[in-house]
């Protein structure tokens, strides 16, 4: 399947994107970003499947059931404590933290469109919502009392992805596989908002990579994939990952909203 990918435009500026609309009449960002027809394979087909510690993701089965994101609690109460202990036993880890979590609504051609020209979103473009230095900063955020002992520890930061209602044939979630990444396609870029200043990488194309996707994912389906990995032992480390939106839905496909959440894994 050959779908369109919005991806950083090659700069050599330092990069910064607002995530709210600056005072003063200041650009909210200093890059441009580009569409690029990318091949994007069925992972399902992959044998063996992919592996988060090679390719970077993967798809795991037996999932707890969505939840209702209205429902506040239930999140916190319930389905954080499912996430970390899936990953903390999918992964190995001695211990799993999940640190937050978002809701994607995304409808059919929105974003991909503003790729091109005037407002950029991020959600539309190749990104890894890590650098190395947010990755290793993520772990005094999230444990301050404890970061100067742990740090000399392999920590990582995962995120797990899942369509809510639906089976996200409206926009579909791109995954690069991490081996088949250039370097210094990944370019770090400032995020200014009231939190303190966050960081990311935002991705140039390259013909050498490699993007899949999981077609008709089940309600006990979810895709995890790295974002951050303190270990440089040739595992997986960064994976970009991209929202397309999916040429065979039909026009009329109602958005499909998809859950996503932050966790923070630490190993012995």
């Not at 390719?55 to 939840?67: I, K, Q, T």
């Not at 503003?114 to 890894?128: F, I, M, P, Q, S």
């Not at 444990?143 to 369509?163: F, G, N």
């Not at 997986?236 to 065979?248: E, I, K, L, Q």
Request: aromatic share 8%.
């Amino acid at each position: 399947m050959r779908a369109a990918l919005g991806f950083l435009r090659p700069t050599d500026l330092r990069l910064y994107h607002h995530l709210y609309r600056p005072p003063g009449g200041l650009p909210r960002h200093n890059f441009a970003s580009e569409q690029r027809l990318c091949d994007i394979r069925d992972a399902r087909r992959l044998q063996p499947g992919p592996s988060i510690e090679v390719e970077g993701f993967e798809l795991v089965r037996g999932c707890s059931p969505p939840p209702d994101c209205r429902d506040a609690v239930a999140l916190l109460l319930d389905y954080y404590p499912a996430c970390e202990g899936l990953l903390r036993r999918r992964l190995g880890a001695c211990r799993a933290i999940v640190f937050e979590h978002r809701l994607w609504q995304w409808g059919l051609a929105r974003g991909l469109a503003a790729a091109d020209g005037g407002e950029v979103t991020l959600a539309a473009l190749a990104r890894c919502d890590c650098s190395e230095t947010s990755g290793r900063r993520r772990l005094h955020l999230v444990l301050p009392q404890e970061a100067a002992s742990l740090a000399r520890r392999r920590h990582a930061i995962v995120k797990l992805w899942r369509p809510l209602g639906g089976q996200g044939l409206d926009a579909s979630l791109a995954l690069c596989d991490a081996g088949s990444l250039q370097r210094d396609a990944l370019v770090s870029c400032d995020i200014y908002s009231p939190r303190p200043t966050e960081q990311i990488f935002l991705l140039t194309w390259s013909a050498g990579q490699r993007w899949f996707h999981c077609p008709q994912m089940q309600p006990d389906e979810a895709l995890i994939f790295k974002c951050f990995d303190s270990a440089s032992d040739g595992r997986a480390r960064f994976t970009p990952h991209a929202v397309f939106d999916h040429p065979r839905a039909p026009a009329d496909v109602p958005p499909c909203p998809s859950l996503e959440v932050s966790c923070l894994l630490l190993f012995d």
